[in-house]
């Protein structure tokens, strides 16, 4: 009778035990469903097939319009383009509002500073690997004015660097304000800029920029080193390729403001060997299409073709 009842027992325990393996295998099967239905999110049309690109003409634009013809899941996709400003403003507008959006992207920028962002992964590789930014000098500019050369050629610096004095800039601080406190702050990497270098009275010297948040900074700041030497210092912003060509002219005296070899892969083509390149004043510079990271996506192919 005992054996009987034992029999029972464990039969009964060992239907429990199929009946609990069976539940676990239909939750795994939810799970992977759900899963799998997250990692088929669709934003695209949520975007209406549209990346918010910045001015036309800049690199980045170029390798994102190169990037929809290479991608065929991009077909039928517009590359809108505006301004920086109006592209961190979209991208700030959607964030509050966690909504989706694609946009054109590069570091440095405030925005990684300031949100929360990531790059999709580009398995054809159109927008390159790490980029440098360099400074272009007019020809005779060593001769003409050495120690503005020497500074030039001297300036260095890094993407946090960059990034923090473009966050002042948009969080309301003019660009000299800001420009002016990032010197004040690092007095021993200015001084690597200037040193071997005599203070003047007065020289003038003009530097050109493209209106990105990027080299808005990098320009001011520059400028705030060489007017603590005595220069007496213009910045002029103008477009891409007038900035190339002012320098190749000789009517400025550079710029701290070259991507290369992707970004300003034309102009240097079309300008570069009618001025002097120093280098690169900061190293780890990139491009490509960025998105929110609460966007369940990792790479351009996730995104969809237009219906």
Same mark, same amino acid.
């Given at each position: 009778m005992f054996k009987l009842k034992h029999l029972g027992l464990t039969a009964f325990v060992l239907m429990l035990m199929v009946l609990a393996a069976c539940g676990s295998e239909e939750g795994s099967e939810d799970a992977n469903t759900n899963e799998n239905e997250g990692d088929s999110v669709d934003y695209s049309a949520e975007m209406e097939y549209t990346i918010t690109a910045i001015e036309p003409g800049a690199g980045v634009v170029a390798a994102t319009e190169t990037a929809v013809e290479e991608y065929e899941n991009l077909s039928g996709w517009e590359v809108a383009t505006s301004s920086s400003g109006a592209m961190a403003t979209a991208l700030?507008?959607?964030?509050?509002?966690?909504?989706?959006?694609?946009?054109?992207?590069?570091?440095?920028?405030?925005?990684? %500073?300031? *949100?929360?962002?990531? *790059?999709?992964?580009?398995?054809?590789?159109?927008?390159?690997? %790490?980029?440098?930014?360099?400074?272009?000098?007019?020809?005779?500019?060593?001769?003409?004015?050495?120690?503005? *050369?020497?500074i030039l050629d001297q300036f260095n610096w890094t993407t946090a660097d960059m990034e923090a004095v473009m966050l002042d800039i948009s969080n309301g601080m003019s660009e000299e304000e800001a420009s002016q406190k990032w010197v004040d702050e690092n007095q021993e990497k200015v001084a690597e800029w200037i040193e071997g270098t005599e203070k003047v009275d007065g020289t003038k010297i003009e530097l050109v920029y493209v209106l990105w948040d990027s080299e808005i900074a990098s320009t001011n700041v520059v400028a705030r080193v060489l007017e603590a030497q005595g220069f007496d210092v213009t910045i002029t912003s103008v477009e891409n390729s007038a900035m190339w060509q002012a320098v190749a002219t000789g009517d400025v005296d550079g710029m701290v403001a070259a991507w290369l070899p992707a970004t300003h892969e034309a102009q240097l083509a079309e300008f570069g060997d009618q001025m002097v390149d120093l280098g690169p004043n900061l190293e780890g510079a990139k491009i490509g299409l960025v998105v929110p990271a609460y966007m369940d996506i990792d790479s351009i192919e996730d995104l969809k073709p237009a219906e």
């Open positions: 700030g507008d959607a964030i509050d509002n966690e909504e989706p959006i694609v946009v054109t992207g590069w570091t440095p920028h405030w925005k990684f %500073a300031k *949100y929360d962002l990531k *790059y999709l992964e580009d398995p054809k590789g159109v927008f390159g690997e %790490a980029e440098t930014i360099n400074t272009f000098v007019k020809e005779g500019l060593e001769e003409e004015k050495p120690n503005a *050369y020497k």
